[in-house]
């Protein structure tokens, strides 16, 4: 959005109603422009982040929607054929992040392919422990059947 009100000359303005067919338009243009990479190089992950609201939809039921403009949204869960939600959650006083790869009544954009369907749970926790390491290399780990050993930081 940032962008097409510098375009427009009205950066730091409000978006109007005309501006979000505009940013709609140029997300979904990088979009496939980045999934068409996976072309020319096959064993390629992309991997891209969105911000989701809580919120009603038409119908009255409560989901967790991608903060993107227009029918982008739409758009950006067909390109990847993996969606996934990450959380944090408090238990005992220590921050657990989670990782969330199936849909439930709240997250219907939700969807693995078949592969890590079979390696993952529908939610797992991937916060760090001591010898071993988190995040996506601990999913990618257990992907390949094996634990990765947490690296020392420099």
Known sequence: M????????????????IDYPIASSTMNDVIRKITALRLFF?????VATAHVKFKQNKSGKLLNDLCLPGRS???VVRAFS??????????????????????????????SSKRFRAA???E?????IEGQIGGFPKILGKLKGKVIPLKKRR
């Open 2 to 17: 940032d962008r097409t009100l510098f375009v427009n000359g009205r950066y730091g303005a409000n978006p109007t109603k």
């Open 42 to 46: 096959p064993d390629l992950s992309i």
């Open 82 to 111: 993996n969606v996934w939600l990450f959380f944090t959650e408090e238990q005992d006083g220590t921050a657990h992040h989670i990782i969330q790869t199936q849909p439930d009544r709240y997250n219907d954009l939700l969807r």
């Open 73 to 75: 949204k739409e758009n």
């Open 124 to 128: 797992e926790d991937i916060t760090e």
């Open 120 to 122: 993952i749970e529908m």
